[in-house]
């Protein structure tokens, strides 16, 4: 059952007097982080960019710095968590590590179906990834000093090292530009406030040839009952709704992240977009999104690949 509007006013209000608890449910699970880090990796490969990268910026991270721990334990050398608030502990994070050595060195396919259904982007094939990770490659990436080191690093209060999580209101300008080769995240940009300067941040701190991999959720995050009801509210009742929280969602559309995505500099690799047809009427739209096309008005996710290319 949908949570009615008043309620979820007063959900708002509540949260301008009492900050909401941490936590986001999602990277809790090693399988579920080890499902994301390995979906973007195929991609990448498939559309012919670095499957190797050394330096690593995730925004997002959520309750675990696991996606990230993802790119350390397949090579990466450095990787920055920046995240609004602060989710990740210290025991989650050495837990998720553990596991996530296992499930590496088991080389378990990539987990999908059944409870990571709802895991995006979709692949056809879930193997293994073993030609993008080869023996050699996951030989040196798992010895044995090299996880000692990346575990006792996250141990750490990871504000230097390998590991640095900027949270809360972790901002991109502390990370030198032109340095990274990958910008990861999962079910994060739909929450970004200042989305315009961060893809611009996005495009100063890759490297020429980095790219950025992004699985976006353009729904309404239960704001309605129906999977895009949160366009039909006014901007004074969605002010209400949001109330305190340091989060939300920024309600924009698919076409307005492939927009400043360009407009930062990118080129776009690839574009797949997720679409549900039942859903809102363009005639129940707010007036700020009278004017959105059929196609925004479909496009329930997207994975966005875009790179900073000559
Ligand atoms: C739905 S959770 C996704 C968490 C994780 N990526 C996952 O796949 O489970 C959204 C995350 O985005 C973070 N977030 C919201 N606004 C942000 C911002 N401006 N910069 C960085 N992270 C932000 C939230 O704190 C939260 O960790």
Known sequence: MT???????LRGIKSIFVTPPVGTGGTVSAQYCYSVYLRHLV?????????DPRTVIELGPGDSVGIGLMALLTG???????????????ANNLKIFDELVKLLKAQMPIPSGDEFAEILPELSDYSFPSKILNENRITQALAVDRLSRIRMALASDLTAGPIRYLAPMGRMHEIPGNSVDLIISQAVMEHVDQLEETYSECFRCLKL???MSHQIDLRCHDTAPEWNGHWKYTDFTW???????PWFINRHPCSIHIFL???????????????????????????????LSESDL????????????E
Request: charged fraction near 20%; hydrophobic fraction near 40%; include cysteine.
């Open 76 to 90: 990466a050398e450095q990787y920055y968590a920046l995240d609004a608030v602060r989710h990740a502990s210290s």
């Open 298 to 309: 479909n496009t329930a996710g997207v994975f966005v690949l875009a790179s900073k290319s």
């Open 239 to 245: 002010r209400l709704m949001r109330g305190g929280r």
């Open 43 to 51: 991609i990448a490969g498939q559309n012919k960019l670095s499957t």
């Open 3 to 9: 949570t009615p509007v008043w309620r979820l006013i």
């Open 261 to 291: 995505t360009e407009q930062a500099g990118f080129k776009i690799n690839t574009e797949v977009k997720q679409t549900i047809g039942l859903g809102i009427s363009h005639g129940q739209l707010a007036k700020r999104f009278c004017k």
């Open 209 to 211: 040839g980095g790219f």
